[in-house]
T-cell receptor
Framework: NAGVMQNPRHLVRRRGQEARLRCSPM?????VYWYRQLPEEGLKFMVY????????ESGMPKERFSAEFPKEGPSILRIQQVVRGDSAAYFC????????????FGQGTRLTVV | GDSVTQMEGPVTLSEEAFLTINCTYT??????LFWYVQYPGEGLQLLLK?????DKGSNKGFEATYRKETTSFHLEKGSVQVSDSAVYFC????????????FGTGTSLTVIP
């Protein structure tokens, strides 16, 4: 049973481009969480999704950021018109049911905006 | 709101030394408490957890006890190894919502031979 898979592991984008980060949850997991880790900081919650639904997006920036978890395929975190301040590590976690107590984290995508 | 305050690092210890990393929390409900470890260039791995007061989580020689009276969940290990060098994060999840973790800022540990 593969763990939470995130790709790409490293992503470089120029300012103004779009970044798409993918997260494939563990088999049997239908709940996905996205976190952002800025340099020298802890992880900050961004969004919680179930299949085809956004449950809690209270940590998402109001502009340029969006997330989805379609019926088929991975969850996608999309950042439009990236800026230098978006450079961070983005981690995805998945769980089999509501609640993070049983969540497993992926290895993260490190986004660098140049 | 919910939050976690974690001992700042970096911490440098000699091999076989005793480790304590302090963690205190603020929560409105009945949180579960966690310690995660992040090795260089890697994601977060669950180290241990405790879901109610007085529970002790333990794994790989690490221990932490959920102390409701002092709102603490300090991480300890009796004898650290070079391979324990990593960043350690304390976190809580509020059982009232359960939608997210609240993480501390992390403590970097370096163990030297």
């Amino acid at each position: 049973n593969a763990g939470v898979m995130q790709n790409p592991r490293h992503l470089v984008r120029r300012r103004g481009q779009e970044a798409r980060l993918r997260c494939s949850p563990m088999k049997g997991h239908s709940h996905v969480y996205w976190y952002r880790q800025l340099p020298e900081e802890g992880l900050k919650f961004m969004v919680y999704l179930q299949k085809e639904n956004i449950i809690d997006e209270s940590g998402m920036p109001k502009e340029r950021f969006s997330a989805e978890f379609p019926k088929e395929g991975p969850s996608i975190l999309r950042i439009q018109q990236v800026v230098r301040g978006d450079s961070a590590a983005y981690f995805c976690a998945s769980s089999p049911r509501k609640g993070v107590t049983e969540a497993f984290f992926g290895q993260g995508t490190r986004l660098t905006v140049v | 709101g919910d939050s976690v305050t974690q001992m700042e690092g970096p911490v440098t210890l000699s091999e076989e030394a005793f480790l304590t990393i302090n963690c205190t929390y603020t929560a409105t409900g009945y949180p579960s408490l966690f310690w995660y470890v992040q090795y260089p260039g890697e994601g977060l791995q669950l180290l241990l957890k405790a879901t109610k007061a007085d529970d002790k989580g333990s794994n790989k020689g690490f221990e932490a006890t959920y102390r409701k009276e002092t709102t603490s969940f300090h991480l300890e290990k009796g004898s650290v190894q070079v391979s324990d060098s990593a960043v350690y994060f304390c976190a809580l999840s509020d059982t009232n919502t359960g939608n997210q973790f609240y993480f501390g800022t992390g403590t970097s540990l370096t163990v030297i031979p």
